[in-house]
């Protein structure tokens, strides 16, 4: 696990250390073979950063019980690897948190049943967690939500014409939703004022708007190694994200001359394209709108009760949004 986020929040990292034998239990899958790999990815789960945010808000409550809440976290652990598994079908990748993924020798059938069985243990832990119909009700609309992300995804594969705003929609489905969802129902769960719930799951969209365009920003500064997941494979799939859709606009002669060969991008061809991106100004544009997305998230942090809290929060949201290599 790489915790070491959550180093200088002790309190948090004394809720998450627990939450991992906990998802091992709960998503315990009878075929040996699906079970190993699902159980390797929850052990290399990287930073739990969802759960941890679902911690940090449930502390604004008045009256939190640990098994809800441990429920509560687990439910949103479940359904971010649900997606995860999805996705790795989807991409064609071999690996995913240095494991290799599911359809890597099981097949992509076998990969699509593991995810769509992990959605239905994700709303095991919501029943577990849940005071009443609404709380089940916020679930849905946002695994909805979720996964229409994903499917607009999917319609602006290849589209030369794609713009800002239809980016932005598409990653506050796939991403922003469940940094909301996380927020909100932390400090739901945790019996929290009603503004406080409202106000978390407007933290959390910020954070996940800006969280995902710095995740693709990595795509053109950082390495393999550090991001996890092959460079620019993304282009080749069709899959036009914030810096280049700066370039776009900026250079549409040039990178669309590149683009033009969609999969048939050589690695060469890829290269040149990553630095066209940079050096036209499309990462540091892309830097900019998260850096506001950023800057939103803390002024509404601000209007939160001045308590221990929200200081951690405030130092956290800093730190989760520097994410430059």
């Given at each position: ?279 036209s100004g499309g990462v540091a544009q892309a830097q900019t709108m998260a850096n506001e997305l950023t800057d939103q998230a803390l002024l509404d942090i601000q209007t939160l009760p001045d308590t221990r809290a929200r200081v951690d929060l405030e130092k956290l949201t800093r730190r989760l949004l520097k994410r430059q290599k």
């Amino acid at each position: 696990m790489t915790l070491h986020i959550w180093d200088d929040f002790p309190h948090i990292q004394e809720k998450l250390t627990p939450l991992t034998p906990y998802l091992l239990e709960a998503a315990q899958i009878k075929q040996p073979a699906v079970n190993q790999r699902v159980q390797a990815l929850i052990q290399n789960g990287g930073k739990l950063v969802r759960a941890g945010l679902f911690y940090l808000f449930s502390e604004f409550g008045a009256t939190p019980d640990p098994a809800r809440l441990k429920a509560g976290a687990a439910a949103i652990e479940l359904l971010h690897l649900a997606t995860l598994i999805h996705d790795d079908v989807i991409d064609q990748a071999t690996e995913r948190r240095h494991t290799p993924t599911l359809q890597t020798g099981l097949g992509n059938r076998n990969a699509v049943y593991a995810g769509d069985l992990l959605f239905t243990l994700y709303f095991d832990q919501v029943l577990r967690s849940a005071e009443s119909f609404e709380d089940i009700d916020t679930n849905v609309k946002a695994m909805h939500g979720i996964l229409s992300g994903e499917l607009d995804q999917y319609n602006l594969n290849y589209q030369l014409n794609e713009t800002v705003a239809q980016y932005l929609q598409e990653i506050e489905g796939k991403t922003a939703k469940l940094f909301a969802l996380a927020c909100a129902q932390g400090a739901k769960l945790a019996h929290a004022d009603e503004i406080i719930v409202e106000t978390g799951e407007q933290i959390g969209r910020s954070l996940g708007l800006a969280y995902q365009i710095l995740d693709d920003i990595l795509d053109y500064t950082g390495t393999q190694d550090a991001i996890r997941k092959p460079i620019l494979q993304d282009i080749q799939q069709g899959i036009y994200t914030l810096p280049l859709l700066f370039t776009l606009e900026t250079q549409p002669k040039a990178a669309k001359a590149f683009l033009s060969k969609q999969e048939r991008l050589t690695a060469a061809e890829l290269q040149e394209l990553q630095q066209l991106v940079v050096d036209s100004g499309g990462v540091a544009q892309a830097q900019t709108m998260a850096n506001e997305l950023t800057d939103q998230a803390l002024l509404d942090i601000q209007t939160l009760p001045d308590t221990r809290a929200r200081v951690d929060l405030e130092k956290l949201t800093r730190r989760l949004l520097k994410r430059q290599k």
